[in-house]
């Protein structure tokens, strides 16, 4: 039995200690919130779970929501080179499970209150860089799990992986009501409703399900710097967002106003919005601390994505659980730098590099082999249910076609003979 430290009780920490739990080890969570301001607070993000984390939840016995949700089953994609241009592209997809925003402050809440009927310890303490050192020096393993705030510098930024060192967007996010959804565009599933514009920034409508209120939409808009959506840097309100928000769609994206201009604020909730920015960061296996001690990143503090892409909550809540997965089959040997590693490189090239890659070409101009997809797809909703929309669970599935054109166009060709 192994005895580990996790410090950060977000989603990321708690499925790693309940996954520890399960295993028979000692494991101390440390979070700077009582489950109660967790649940008060305002939230991280939207963090849309695809299918396969909702599982890793329902494997250890942590998902309480999802028979409840309000799920959204695939895409409906609005595509615009030039805000100002006429081409448009319209592509509707499936991705093949049922996912949603589930409100991670009532996931928090109820996981941090389940935690000592789970054999945890739960400490209520805001850790400072020497009170990392003094957990790590008398633990077997430490797992930092602090999401993105500054306690994630304890770790050095890898330079190698890390492709940027600024923020690319913008963001607000807002939690809704009175979006009427997409089902009759998309034969009737509900999607996430992306829209992009190649050269001002994307939007993204997820469905979300709210502590309180259940069923609503988190709008999240990604605005590159000085463009016509960056409007929301000095917004002191939810409604703030709302209002310019609603300017924003009926004068650049007036085919979804009918759907969206009944939209208003998520009533009874003075917390159901953010802005902000970061640059999605990668960062080594392992710190060492002054007095030698180590400590490994998981989650969002190992790599942070701009959520353009749907990866990053999906990418920490199943590291999460490879983290603590191999804790388990190395017990009784030594957590040594060597091995923390090992365990940080492995999950890079077996899912994190791919979903890194994927989600940085979402920031960057349209690739020539994606563009050849999505338009195989705006014409081929078989492909599109099939060969592309899959994969964003799984996105190491999009290479090499997603970037390479010859691989692109064997692709669409093999889908098309089958059919």
Known sequence: MARVSIIGAGTTGLVAAYALLRDGHEVTLYSDRTADEWLEGRPTGTAYLYGETIDVERELGMDHWSQDMFGGMGVLLDFKPELAGEAHMRVVGNWGSLGSGIDMRMRVHRWMNDLESRGGKLVIEAVTPERTDEIAQNSDVTMLAAGKADLGNLIPRDAVRSVYDKPQRNLAMVVVTGVTGWQKECGGFEPVKFNFFGDTGEYFWVPFTHKTHGATWCLLWEAKAGKAFDRFGECA???????????LIKEHAPWEWENVKGMEYVTGDDFAWLIGRFPPTVREGFGRLPSGALIMPVGDTAIAFDPIGGQGGNNAQRMAKFVADRITAHEGKPFDAAWMKQVNDDWWY????WAYEFNNLLLEPLEPAAAMLLEE???????????????????????????????????????????
């Open 237 to 247: 309100s939810g409604q703030d967002i709302v209002e310019i928000s609603k300017e």
């Open 377 to 419: 797809c705006a014409k081929n909703r078989l492909f599109a249910d099939q060969k592309f929309f899959p994969n964003f669970p799984r996105p190491h599935n999009f290479f090499p076609a997603i970037v390479e054109p010859d691989a692109a166009r064997e692709l669409i060709a093999r889908a098309n003979t089958r059919a």
């Open 350 to 353: 077996l899912h994190g590099k």
